[in-house]
T-cell receptor, first 112, second 113 residues
Framework: DGGITQSPKYLFRKEGQNVTLSCEQN?????MYWYRQDPGQGLRLIYY???????QKGDIAEGYSVSREKKESFPLTVTSAQKNPTAFYLC???????????FGPGTRLTVL | GEDVEQSLFLSVREGDSSVINCTYT??????LYWYKQEPGAGLQLLTY?????DMKQDQRLTVLLNKKDKHLSLRIADTQTGDSAIYFC?????????????FGKGTKLSVKP
């Protein structure tokens, strides 16, 4: 089955620790995205990557970092610099030439 | 103001029609989308409409687009309890945007039996 996987589904971390969220896709999509979702806030774009070894900041990139070493993978690191990291994080991907984005199931991060 | 605006809540009775409204700002958007999110899950594409269309129907779903007013609506006929979810409207940015989507804050649809 083709799709996007995010792991883990729930993640707990202590304040001050960095944490990396996984996103993998086997759809052969070129572009990948990370969004953050807070209640009543909709989706806000953190980072996106149009192609391997390239990525751009979205609207709320501060306190986050990404890498795109492989086409299938786009991990997101939530650093200790992120002031309020507790949220639901969604990864998405898209094939070039098409605007439709396919979403993973999300990771709920709770920082204690 | 917001790029894409939606009301936050809608409550309907089972069997009634639901209409979820959305306004957007980028007149060069080529596609407009409706996504559905069930609790604790990712977003699932429901339907989309190309900007040169006025209406698109897909089974119980009808999308209406008023490009002049930049208004998009999603009508769900014969709403069922399984339709309870958050519905997001999204617009694609204009040309040269590399396919980024701008999402509204989502409308939470509650269906009462």
């Amino acid at each position: 089955d083709g799709g996007i996987t995010q792991s883990p589904k729930y993640l707990f971390r202590k304040e001050g620790q960095n944490v990396t969220l996984s996103c993998e896709q086997n759809l052969n999509h070129d572009a990948m995205y990370w969004y953050r979702q807070d209640p009543g806030q909709g989706l806000r774009l953190i980072y996106y990557s149009q192609i391997v070894n390239d990525f751009q900041k979205g609207d709320i990139a501060e306190g986050y970092s990404v890498s795109r070493e492989k086409k299938e993978s786009f991990p997101l690191t939530v650093t200790s610099a992120q002031k309020n990291p507790t949220a639901f994080y969604l990864c998405a991907s898209r094939t070039s030439g098409d605007n439709e984005q396919f979403f993973g199931p999300g990771t709920r991060l709770t920082v204690l | 103001g917001e790029d894409v605006e939606q009301s936050l809540f809608l409550s309907v009775r089972e069997g009634d029609s639901s209409v979820i409204n959305c306004t957007y700002t980028d007149s060069s958007s080529t596609y407009l989308y409706w996504y559905k999110q069930e609790p604790g899950a990712g977003l699932q594409l429901l339907t989309y409409i190309f900007s040169n269309m006025d209406m698109k129907q897909d089974q119980r779903l009808t999308v209406l687009l008023n490009k002049k007013d930049k208004h998009l609506s999603l009508r769900i006929a014969d709403t069922q309890t399984g339709d309870s979810a958050i519905y997001f409207c999204a617009e694609s940015r204009g040309r040269g945007s590399q396919g980024n989507l701008i999402f509204g804050k989502g409308t939470k649809l509650s269906v009462k039996p």
